[in-house]
């Protein structure tokens, strides 16, 4: 089935067949390929890493070392010309045979830079080295579609010593030098620092006396100062004391006038206090004692109709009550009046008979009356001498003969004789 191929940064696609005179070259990107008439393949453009060794190269000077430096190189596909160069040359070969090619490449440039140069060169100057290398084995990797990104000597080493004796003989040349150096530095310094000895006391001479003259000039010139310091700090202090007095006597009157306006202000608030507690008197106590006043007033002038007309109107029912009362007393008096002639007269009919009648309702009267002081007793003590009779019958007894003594006290009173009448009455029944 036709369909896209893809492929990441760090490689090309590479489409033969129908459709293409020239093989199509994608680098990082996709592609539309029919199967069977077309063909695609893949190469890296990843930066390949190289150790590139030489051992025991002669050099110029006929001295073997060895050298090894690294190397970063890759195919560049971003350049058709070079991604083309490089697809004819490494197409369908895998990665580490693309390295050991341009690894072989790069050890061959090396060793001719090697031998083209002294070993104190290589040594000393490896970036000139470097460059050399560097741009000789660009040229002709370049050719192959592969650009060296960078190369730079990682270590240089021999085995019969020439690095170590040059090492030494420059150690040795560099600490006579330093020896004569130190002596050279020692010498000078020593002229240094008796010249500046001589100097340093020329100079400590010369500056005592400048010492001396410029401490006599600062003594005159200070009595100088002294004296119209003290003149003016005289003057200073006069005009101070008199300046200071007229402050103190304006900040005086400044205070008096404070004061004054202090004073004018205190009578204004004080004022405007009488007139607003007078306004609050006026509005709190006066009109309210007024307002309670005239309500007083009005209560004690209603309470005193009220208390006239209730005194009128009592005097009214007074007087009507008097008037019912005097015709009732007497209505009553002309009752009792008639009633007590009716009685004379029934008296004087039935002089005996009416005692009787008397006698009789008043009797159960005096009973209760005898026989009350006993029902209010809770306990009553009889003593007998045992010929008599106890108990409630001696009571009863006893009421009995009080009630029986009853007519005889009547006729000693009244002179009537109760039972002679109640004999005479029963006779006439």
């Known amino acids: 089935m036709p369909g896209f191929v893809t492929c990441g940064p760090n490689e090309a696609l590479v489409v033969s067949g129908c459709c293409h005179t020239n093989p199509l070259m994608v ?93 104190e060169e290589i040594y000393k100057d490896r970036k000139k080295f470097s460059k050399q290398v560097f741009e000789v084995a660009s040229s002709d990797l370049v050719n192959m579609g592969i650009t060296v990104v960078s190369y730079t000597i ?137 307002a309670e006043k005239y309500k007083l007033e009005k209560l004690a002038e209603a309470n005193r109709n009220r208390v006239i007309m209730e005194a009128e109107a009592e005097a009214e029912a007074i007087r009507l009550r008097g008037e019912a009362e005097a015709f009732a007393i007497e209505a009553k008096a002309k009752a009792e009046a008639e009633q007590m002639a009716k009685k004379a007269d029934a008296f004087r009919e039935y002089k005996d008979a009416a005692m009787v009648d008397m006698f009789l309702e008043t009797l159960p009267k005096v009973a209760a009356e005898v026989s009350a002081p006993l029902s209010q007793c809770k306990k009553v003590t009889m003593v007998s001498s045992g010929k008599s009779e106890i108990g409630a019958s001696k009571l009863t007894g006893e009421v009995m003969d009080i009630i029986s003594k009853v007519p005889h006290v009547v006729s000693k009173l009244t002179g009537v004789d109760i039972t002679h009448s109640m004999k005479l009455a029963q006779a006439a029944m």
Not at 87 to 112: D, N, P, S, W, Y
Not at 221 to 240: I, P, R
């Open 154 to 290: 990682k270590d240089i080493s021999d085995e019969e010593g020439y690095l170590k004796a040059l090492g030494m003989a420059r150690t040795a040349e560099v600490k006579r030098d330093a020896r004569m150096g130190e002596a050279e530095a020692r010498r000078d310094s020593q002229i240094k620092e008796a010249i500046a000895e001589e100097e340093k006391m020329a100079a400590r001479y010369l500056n005592d006396t400048e010492i001396a003259k410029a401490q006599r000039d600062f003594e005159l010139k200070k009595a100088a100062y002294d004296v119209e310091v003290n003149t003016k700090k005289a003057e200073s202090d006069l005009a101070y004391n008199l300046q200071a007095a007229k402050t103190r006597q304006r900040i005086k009157e400044e205070q008096m006038q404070v004061k004054v306006i202090e004073r004018t202000q205190d009578i204004q608030v004080q004022e405007q206090e009488i007139l607003r507690k007078e306004r609050e008197l006026e509005a709190t106590i006066r009109r309210p004692a007024e």
């Open 27 to 119: 680098p990082g990107g996709r592609v539309f390929v029919w199967p069977v008439i077309q063909r695609v393949q893949r190469i890296t453009l990843n930066t390949m890493t190289l150790t590139i060794e030489s051992p025991k190269v002669y050099t110029q000077q006929g001295v073997p070392i060895s050298v090894t430096g690294i190397a970063q190189v890759k195919i560049q596909g971003q350049n058709a010309e070079m991604l083309r160069a490089a697809c004819e040359q490494f197409l369908g070969k895998k990665e580490i045979e693309v390295m050991h090619i341009a690894r072989e490449t790069l050890e061959g440039h090396q060793r001719a830079i090697m031998g083209t140069m002294s070993v």
